[in-house]
């Protein structure tokens, strides 16, 4: 009873409560009715509804959706389902990131691998658009702005790039979020078990949808200390029966031999790349619509907040510094993990809108927020729709020319663009760079480039192949390719690299088109409109 006393000292903070004000000018006409206030919530609520299904509806158009790592995923689960294949064996240990790893090759026994797939990307998207919005209901017991912010959302970055696990896992984190804060007030044992649940669901899912789990309710119990003026001791406790589920579960991977990622992996922070992220919350394929589509977003807001139509409540203003604080502080390259510091402001999108207070002065001001939000979301979505449907003719032509090579054939993959990596003003060009992975699946090829991390997936390079696979990452340069073969290779190369020609029977040319490189060598097979096809013609 002592230690329930001390962590139920104090009660639950009282919650925004949005009252309609009794008198809102508006050119001289009268206060809305109650009536009229429930005819404006119900068009809210349609316009919502619409934008959703809108959203959700390309997952349903498509067979393979045009995101970046989507491909590359997919043929993972592919050999998890089937247990293995000549070039790769399944190895599972305790360790985090594997929701769709322990769900989708079990659903897909029963319907297809595929379609279970696409059925896991539906869901996650639901989790995150319902979760959004169950930690609104949560805050204020009623729902306003959350869901419209999660649509907006729901193809940034991340979610665009296909970080499958994550997306799944944020769904889950924000209604682990929201059932805890409906629980604030309630017994410590309750909450413990049900924090406990959900870390141990959070940390199989992805371990960074874990962290925002935990930053979002640490700052929650920092702004009830700094609120009630509670002591120092009652809120070390509360913090520590925070933590606890979570050490106890790392403890136990430590244990059993688990890891997440790579310990020595280097922390990167590339802090030039951190304004951009920013942009990237609205839009995966389009940094020219995503920055106007963000102004628009910064000028409407400004406007609101100047009229004082829309504020924060003060939590709010405590979990946007620490959210504040947290995107300056992570690395973008964190165990293992790339891009870690991209994921931050999605999650502070996806879980500020609920302390955001909005009183609307008139219907006119409710129109003309339904119409720029409508504006803004389905602007966005017709990139994602255009974007996907035109990649339906090249992964179909990428899976018909497998039947080009042979089986049991080493893949090996390169880009034709200039740099190392595919510019940045073209986003639209990603979502090709993994499609040559589902050959792992199609012609039980080897293919490099597979995802096969230790402590990440659950797959594993058999022996014979050990030393050509890279484990993560995308296709090589070209030219890099070109000056191997003509006896140049540059400082730094990998050693596998460097005997390209003798250790693979095809190669993939994905980007813009251009003639063959090396004719003495390559045999052109195959041509479409983002890839070609080459045999290798082996030295001797």
């Not at 997936?457 to 990452?473: C, N, S, T, W």
């Not at 003798?502 to 490189?517: A, K």
Request: hydrophobic share 55%; aromatic share 10%; with cysteine.
């Amino acid at each position: 009873m002592g230690l329930a006393r001390a962590v139920n000292r104090f009660a639950r903070p009282p919650r925004i409560a949005i009252k309609s004000p009794a008198v809102v000018p508006d050119a001289g006409k009268p206060v809305p009715n109650s009536a009229i206030q429930q005819d404006d919530a119900r068009l809210g609520s349609l316009v919502l509804a619409l934008l959703i299904a809108a959203a959700l509806a390309p997952v349903l158009l498509v067979r393979i959706p045009a995101m970046v790592d989507y491909p590359n995923h997919l043929a993972r689960m592919y050999l998890i389902s089937a247990g293995g294949s000549p070039y790769y064996r399944v190895e599972w240990a305790l360790y985090p990131n594997l929701a769709m790893d322990l769900i989708v090759p079990r659903l897909g026994r029963l319907i297809g691998v595929e379609t279970a797939m696409r059925v896991f990307l539906l869901a996650s998207q639901v989790l995150v658009v319902t979760g959004a919005m169950a930690i609104e209901y949560a805050v204020k017991r009623r729902v306003a702005l959350a869901g419209f912010a999660a649509v907006m959302v729901l193809y940034c970055m991340p979610f665009a790039w296909g970080f499958l696990n994550y997306e799944m896992a944020q769904g889950l984190a924000l209604w682990g979020i929201a059932v805890m804060l409906a629980l604030d007030a309630r017994p410590w044992p309750l909450r413990l078990a049900v924090h406990t649940l959900f870390v141990a669901a959070l940390f199989a899912a992805h371990f960074f949808a874990l962290g925002i789990y935990g930053v979002v309710l640490g700052l929650h119990e920092l702004w009830r200390t700094w609120q009630r003026r509670a002591s120092v001791g009652a809120t070390a406790l509360r913090l520590l029966l925070l933590a606890a589920p979570a050490a106890a579960v790392l403890a136990l991977m430590a244990l059993t031999g688990g890891a997440i990622g790579k310990a020595t992996t280097p922390w990167h922070w590339h802090l030039g790349y951190k304004p951009l992220w920013l942009i990237g919350i609205v839009n995966g394929y389009s940094l020219t619509l995503a920055g106007a589509s963000l102004a628009l977003l910064i000028g409407g807001v400004t406007l609101a907040a100047k009229r004082g139509a829309l504020s924060f409540a003060l939590e709010g203003a405590w979990m946007t510094g620490g959210f504040t604080l947290l995107y300056l502080a992570v690395p973008a390259q964190l165990l293992d993990a790339s891009f870690v510091d991209l994921r931050v402001p999605v999650a502070a999108a996806l879980v500020l809108p609920a302390f955001l207070e909005l009183k609307l002065p008139s219907r006119r001001w409710l129109l003309a927020s339904l119409a720029g939000v409508s504006l803004i979301t389905l602007a966005n979505l017709a990139v994602v729709y255009t974007v996907w449907l035109s990649y339906r003719a090249d992964y179909a032509a990428m899976i018909a020319s497998f039947g080009n090579i042979g089986t049991g054939a080493r893949l090996l993959v390169a880009a034709s663009g200039e740099g190392d990596d595919p510019p940045l003003r073209d986003l639209t060009e990603y979502p090709i760079y993994h499609a040559p992975t589902l050959a792992v699946h199609y012609a039980d090829a080897f293919v490099p480039n597979l995802f096969t991390g230790a402590g990440k997936q659950p797959l594993r390079a058999r022996a014979k192949v050990a030393r050509l696979d890279i484990v993560e990452g995308g296709p090589f340069p070209l030219r890099l390719l070109v000056a191997i073969a003509d006896g140049k290779p540059p400082a730094g190369t990998p050693a596998f690299v460097r005997t390209w020609p003798r250790d693979f029977d095809d190669l993939y040319v994905l980007g813009p088109q251009r003639p063959n490189p090396l004719p003495a060598l390559l045999q052109e097979v195959t041509r479409s409109r983002r890839f070609v096809l080459y045999k290798i013609r082996r030295p001797g």
